[in-house]
């Protein structure tokens, strides 16, 4: 049935997966994520189990507004450091699991929170046309609980224009929501609300039930695309993402550089502009503010005494010519990431090779700039992983979407740990590992770094492997087969690891697990 989606190119392929796409909840049948081929000819395993050397550092602190750091958000917390306290799977027998979130495809989970209160996942899944808020069981993967969610009007422009890059570069819609404290899914969606979602149980069944909704439609441009009105004359500004600050405001950000605030107790609301600026990724907070990237400048921000957000700081960073091949837009690719609350990193968009850039959070003033990678081949759309002072950035260049990778490619590749010493920015290793387009997380208990491989294969065979970099040394440590084919493609998702060191990547067909067969003592 889908052989012949994928032997279509270009809008034939987009057109297809729309079609598929718009099938609606109740046409969904659950299963494994379907493979490709190529399964049986290429190693299930590689590498040895690892042994766990913790990495040096104090633990990132709680958000006293968001659930605890590594259950949070899709950066794992506050600070945005992408890592988690706990271990990640060793490679010790690994198991694998996968479930195909849609009928068709793609049904991609892309961000998986954990809530510690219920032991259960809570995600939001994609398809072109829809989202939804999962609740997931953990273990099986299967769903207890499903709320769809607006869809968002990129499709529409997708489709009435032809161009599918215009959903691939909308990170709007939910993707970027938070568990708070009480294990509350706060997210933006397309419909500009912002709203606040309980999972409960009631005579066995589990569901969510919206316990506050604030709308931003009086204040953020609305006239967006719709099946019947395709063409708006008004303006349409998508929120992208959505964070508490430390004193329990509710940040958001638009595309077109809109930063709003919402106060949770009374619900009034403010939003300042950023002309001729835009924000695709999300933002960090930390204890003395909130940091945000445009696609032309870092800021620090805070909210003032009525809650307004106001610019502490602007610094502006290399930009360059244009948008680079693995990335969504001209400008940095990279979610701000706090280091000990002091520092601020981010990534450059300069020719000829990107910078990983620290900035002293305090003022804003750069403590230094690492080019990273190849001349010509240097670009990320992915947040860096920070903990104390060392930094992992993930190279992007030559991956656009799923679409068009084709059989048997990959991206360009390569990892970086780069550290802030005394004397400025230093590499530390740099790996050939190629992660097209994974959000890469960190175990600090286990001192591995996570990333979702592919290696170019002259065979065609797209093998998709979950695999393990040793923080201290760079040197890969094993690699696990997810899967094969198209659908196990993780088109930007992020891995994230559960608590009971379950590694869960988000894919094109849906949602994987790999967990150690063999349990740490």
């Known amino acids: ?14 057109a297809a997966v729309l079609a598929l796409c718009s099938l609606p909840a109740a046409a969904q049948a659950a ?11 290429v190693p ?11 990495i040096p550092g104090d633990p990132v602190p709680a958000n006293p507004h ?20 706990f271990l990640g799977p060793l490679g010790r027998d690994p198991q694998v699991l996968s479930d195909a979130k849609a009928f068709g495809l793609p049904g991609m989970c892309s961000t998986v929170n954990y809530a510690r209160s219920t ?21 099986t993967l299967k769903d207890l609980a499903v709320h769809e969610l607006p869809a968002r009007s990129s499709t529409v422009t997708a489709v009435t224009g032809l161009d599918f890059d215009k959903i691939m570069s909308d990170t709007s819609g939910g993707a970027y929501f938070y568990l708070d404290d009480r294990d509350r899914a706060v997210l933006a969606d397309s419909a500009f609300h912002v709203r606040r979602f309980a999972h409960v149980k009631k005579d066995g069944k589990w569901s969510f039930q919206v316990t506050d909704d604030w709308d931003l439609r009086e204040y953020v441009p609305n006239d967006c695309p719709t099946w019947t009105r395709p063409r708006p004359k008004g303006e349409c500004d998508p929120v992208t993402s959505v964070q508490p600050d430390w004193e329990g405001n509710i940040w958001w950000v638009t595309r077109q550089g809109r930063i709003g605030t919402i106060d949770p107790g009374t619900g009034r609301i403010q939003v300042i502009r950023l002309d001729g600026e835009e924000i695709q990724n999300s933002f960090a907070a930390s204890r003395d ?82 080019p990273v990678f190849q001349d010509g081949a240097s670009a990320t759309d992915n947040s860096l992983i920070g903990f104390g002072r060392s930094l992992v950035v993930e190279n992007n260049s030559g991956y656009a979407n799923f679409l068009k990778l084709p059989a048997g490619g990959s991206s360009v590749g390569g990892m970086s740990r780069v550290d802030v010493t005394e004397d400025g920015c230093r590499t530390v290793w740099t790996s050939k590992e190629r992660s097209p387009s994974t959000v890469a997380k960190a175990s600090v208990a286990a001192g591995l770094v996570y990333a979702y491989t592919k290696e170019p294969r002259e065979d065609r065979i797209d093998a998709w492997y979950l695999t393990a970099i040793d923080f201290h040394t760079g040197r890969t440590v094993y690699k696990v087969l997810a899967g094969t084919g198209k659908l196990f493609d993780n088109n930007w998702a992020p891995i994230n690891l559960g608590p009971d060191g379950t590694a869960y990547i988000g894919v094109v067909g849906g949602l994987v697990a790999v967990r150690d067969g063999v349990r740490t003592p």
């Open 289 to 370: 503010g909130v940091s945000v990237v445009s696609n032309h400048a870092l800021y620090q921000l805070k909210a003032d005494a009525k809650g307004k957000p106001e610019i502490l700081w602007r610094k502006t960073y290399d930009r360059g010519t244009g948008r680079k091949s693995g990335q969504l837009d001209q400008g940095s690719g990279s979610t701000p990431t706090f280091l000990d609350g002091e520092y601020v990193a981010i990534t450059d968009n300069a020719e000829p090779r990107m910078n990983v850039q620290v900035h002293r959070a305090s003022d804003g003033e750069v403590v230094c700039r690492e």
């Open 44 to 54: 299930a395993y590689l590498g040895a189990p690892a042994v766990p050397n913790p």
């Open 1 to 14: 049935m889908m052989k012949p989606i994928w032997r279509r190119s270009g809008l034939g392929a987009a």
């Open 119 to 139: 032991g259960l996942i809570v995600a939001q899944c994609t398809r072109a046309s829809t989202f939804a808020l999962r609740l997931i069981d953990p273990v």
């Open 66 to 85: 968001m659930a605890a750091p590594g259950y949070a958000a899709m950066h794992a917390d506050s600070y945005a450091s992408d890592t988690y306290p």
């Open 31 to 41: 299963g494994p994520v379907p493979g490709g081929p190529g399964a049986k000819k």
